[in-house]
């Protein structure tokens, strides 16, 4: 499992105006859907900057949600997982990724049990790190394993602490050897072999950013974050989204994206 970074396709689907009503922890105000359709328009310009490939798919208004395709499912160049998000409103969100897997992958296997959701899930170079939270069942972590010994990864099941979303609200793969976490994520020791960027106090909200090819896509917000990826020597593509993270989203979410073999 090396080069977990470089794709050249992505999956996408486009925001429907129910989008503003998606979950949120907090209970904040619902986001502008103006904001967010122009926040989604960056990020896919910027996965389109860096070299991707994007199928677009369409708004699904009967879910708030499913702007967040990588929960429901996960891809490799492999093959692809449909899941079964921990969130009820959010559990069917996979078959309507279905005939579009189908389409784009030679194998397309389904979450045998349990739930799990696509955010819980690091791909890092020696291992996929599964983390327990509010959306993973350790049930669904485990078949999850299964699944992704099939397509020739390994799994690992991580704890996470209780207080965030999803592993990758918290932490992030930044280059092969290093990942950015936030504090107490880090003290948890599952990143033990790899070098840890912590999360500056008070930007924890910013852990989640986006490795992808040359580039490191990140919110515009979080200014110290910025400052530490770009002294680690990386290529950083800062966007806004304050409005996605009104519901609780980040940039890893947005986007299913693998790497098409030739
Ligand atoms: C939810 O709570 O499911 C959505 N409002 C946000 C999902 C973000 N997904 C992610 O961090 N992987």
Redesign the pocket.
């Known amino acids: 499992m090396s080069e977990v970074f470089e794709f050249n396709r992505a999956i996408l689907r486009r925001p429907g105006v129910s989008v503003v009503k998606?979950?949120?922890a907090g209970g904040g105000p619902d986001p502008e859907f103006a904001d967010v359709v122009a926040e989604h328009a960056g990020y896919a310009a910027a996965l389109a900057g860096a070299g991707l490939e994007l199928t677009m798919l369409d708004p699904l208004e009967a879910f708030p949600?499913a702007i967040?395709v990588?929960?429901p499912a996960l891809v490799f160049p492999e093959g692809a997982i449909i899941l079964k998000?921990g969130?009820p409103s959010?559990e069917v969100e996979g078959e309507f990724l279905r005939s579009t897997l189908n389409a784009l992958f030679d194998q397309v296997l389904d979450l045998p049990r349990g739930y799990a959701?696509?955010?819980d899930v690091l791909v890092m170079p020696d291992k996929a790190l599964i983390g327990l939270s509010a959306r993973t069942t350790r049930e669904g972590a485990e078949a999850l394993i299964e699944a992704l010994a099939v397509l020739g990864y390994r799994g690992e099941v991580a704890a996470t602490p209780a207080e965030v979303?999803?592993l990758?609200?918290a932490s992030s793969l930044l280059d092969a050897e290093t990942v950015l976490s936030t504090r107490a994520l880090a003290a948890t020791g599952i990143f033990a072999g790899y070098r840890v960027i912590e999360v500056p106090e008070g930007e924890e909200g910013g852990a989640?950013v986006l490795r992808v090819n040359d580039r490191v896509i990140a919110g515009a917000g979080y200014p110290r974050i910025l400052e530490l990826l770009d002294q680690h020597g990386l290529n950083v593509e800062a966007l806004q989204n304050a409005a996605i993270a009104a519901?609780?989203?980040?940039f890893?979410?947005m986007s299913l994206r693998w790497k098409l073999k030739a």
């Open positions: 998606g979950l949120r949600d967040f990588e929960d998000p969130a959010r959701d696509g955010g979303l999803h990758k609200t989640n519901i609780d989203a980040g890893t979410c």
